[in-house]
């Protein structure tokens, strides 16, 4: 069993940045890819990045990529979401999620530890 908490939303002009992070439960934290989805007011939950468990190779969706770096310390049971250039349609909770052994997916159905989301506001 795995524990997922986030932190790090909040309140941010377009243009900031923001870090979310994902502190994770449980000793076989290496063994799990980690990834983050959003879900905007009246959308469905979208994919937005992830980071595999062996090699850390990271995948993002194509709204977010070049603005958005996951990254992971294992050390810290911790994956990180560093958000830069923020626009208001960025606005949603985050939410992270982990799976055991799958490398990169971009589909919800293949996680199966998911956190409670954080919320990302961002005003123009």
């Known amino acids: 069993q795995v524990q997922l908490v986030e932190a790090g939303g909040g309140l941010v002009l377009a243009g900031g940045s923001l870090r979310l992070s994902c502190a994770a439960s449980?000793?076989?934290?290496?063994?799990?890819?980690m990834a983050w989805f959003r879900q905007a007011p009246g959308k469905e939950r979208e994919f937005v990045a992830a980071?595999?468990?062996?090699?850390?190779?990271?995948y993002y969706a194509d709204s977010v990529k070049g603005r958005f770096t996951a990254s992971r310390d294992n050390a810290k049971n911790t994956v990180y979401l560093q958000m830069n250039s923020l626009k208001p349609e960025d606005t949603a909770i985050y939410y992270c999620?982990?799976?055991?052994?799958?490398?990169?997916?971009?589909?919800?159905?293949?996680?199966?530890?998911w956190g409670q989301g954080t919320q990302v506001t961002v005003s123009s």
């Open positions: 980071i595999t468990w062996s090699h850390h190779n990271t």
């Open positions: 999620a982990a799976v055991q052994y799958v490398s990169g997916s971009s589909s919800e159905r293949d996680y199966n530890y």
């Open positions: 449980g000793r076989t934290f290496t063994t799990y890819t």
